[in-house]
């Protein structure tokens, strides 16, 4: 099982240095040394990135003391063979003012661009450092102008790929992706038994409770709701190819509307198990990671989620979050975790997560689904590793149907009642 060449191009130890004349007070109430600045970077055919840049007082070019987190593209195989044979430009756009838009226009003065060239012939196997120090805003030699600290370099990433070969409902095979070659590697199970609660699960899920936690699993509702408005009793399997399962997806807690709504709320969110096998039955499996995943209510539509990794522990400390984001309902989006872009509220000296983990595209409600994981090589040590990563993918991908608004109706194979589903 040979990984896919991955690069990440890092940006980092941003930091602003405007000129002596900038720093005075330009008026009452005026001093440009307080106003916010920030950063655009870019790259042609890659989506824009922006940053917070703080500013540095020193007089000398020893690096800043203050520096923002780095930034980063991530250049997949296709990108690379692409990019390979010629050097690529990052173009870095200095503003004055907060970030955002107004109207659609942009609401920062701009400061000056510099122009990064970068080769990243060799970037796949070796690590390299294209520009580290200050660069001049600006093309006027004589006249004072901003300068800025960067520092930009490349780390090579290697991940395995693998795609659904159909939608997760659907028990499709999953293929390892390799260039142009597509090899079979797992074939999924899917099942929606609205009659089952705690089929399938170790007896001790639900009897997992403590005062400062909600445990494994609140009380299903299903006997104050009915069927109709609950969605529940979902679960994929994922089998190697000799048919012996190696990692389950099970809703663990019923997606419900809250009262008086058809969403499912961040208070009130639907959770899926991701188990690892512990034994010959499914229902002596151990928990690996726990997903619970919402409706978020605002202007724009977003399936909110969080997911938690599962340690032997017992009380709070039993689970770790390591991802949190919002995807768009309507665009889809990628689920993904990596230590570089969480939250740094998330972030705690017991996770495990250095860096990439795991991506993997959701498609946005309605729209057919066959959903693209990527893995870092460092966290697959065997088949069964990478097919919890599998499960996880199904679980994010079946939550953007199971959040769905309980006024439309789903699709037959997620339903087990007939009238419950729709064929559209």
């Not at 997806?249 to 058809?262: C, H, K, L, Q, Y």
């Amino acid at each position: 099982m040979d990984p896919c060449p991955f690069v990440r191009l890092i940006v980092e130890s941003l930091a602003l240095k405007l000129p002596h004349a900038a720093t005075r007070p330009a008026g009452p109430g005026v001093h440009p040394s307080s106003t916010p600045c920030f950063c655009k970077l870019k790259i042609k055919n890659f989506p824009s990135q922006t940053a917070l840049m703080p500013l540095c007082t020193s007089q000398n070019d020893a690096p800043p003391e203050s520096s923002t987190s780095a930034l980063g593209f991530h250049l997949d195989a296709a990108s690379l063979r692409r990019l390979s044979n010629k050097p690529i430009t990052l173009r870095v756009s200095v503003y004055a003012g907060r970030m955002g838009s107004t109207c659609g226009v942009s609401s920062g003065k701009l400061l000056g661009r510099l122009n990064v060239i970068i080769d990243l012939a060799g970037a796949d196997s070796k690590s390299t450092v294209f520009r580290n120090g200050w660069l001049k805003l600006g093309s006027e030699p004589d006249k004072p102008s901003a300068r800025i600290h960067l520092t930009v370099r490349s780390e090579p990433d290697p991940r395995f790929v693998f795609q659904f070969g159909g939608e997760p409902e659907c028990s499709p095979v999953v293929f390892q992706i390799q260039g142009n070659i597509r090899q079979p590697v797992f074939s999924c199970k899917f099942s929606a038994d609205r009659n089952s609660r705690s089929r399938c699960l170790p007896s001790d899920f639900t009897t997992n409770n403590n005062g400062s936690s909600r445990g494994w699993m609140r009380t299903f509702s299903g006997d104050k709701e009915r069927s109709g408005r609950e969605r529940k009793g979902w679960m994929i399997m994922i089998y190697d190819l000799s048919g012996s399962p190696v990692a389950a997806a099970s809703m663990i807690t019923p997606f419900v509307p809250s009262p008086g709504s058809d969403r499912v709320s961040r208070s009130n969110p639907g959770a899926w198990l991701i188990l690892r096998p512990n034994g010959f039955s499914v229902s002596s499996w151990k928990p690996w990671g726990r997903l619970e995943a919402w409706r978020e209510r605002g202007a724009v539509d977003g399936l909110g989620y969080k997911f938690e990794l599962v340690t032997d522990s017992t009380g709070p400390n039993s689970r770790i979050s390591i991802a949190e984001a919002t995807l768009s309902v309507k665009k889809g989006g990628k689920f993904c975790i990596d230590s570089r872009i969480t939250r740094e509220s998330l972030l705690n000296s017991r996770s495990p997560v250095k860096g990439f983990v795991m991506g993997s595209t959701v498609e946005g409600e309605g729209k057919v689904s066959k959903p693209v994981v990527e893995v870092g090589v460092q966290h697959v040590t065997c088949m069964a590793d990478a097919a919890l990563f599998i499960a996880l993918s199904a679980a994010i991908d079946l939550s953007m149907d199971a959040c769905r608004l309980f006024s439309h109706k789903l699709r037959k194979e997620l339903c087990h009642d007939e009238q419950d589903y729709s064929f559209s």
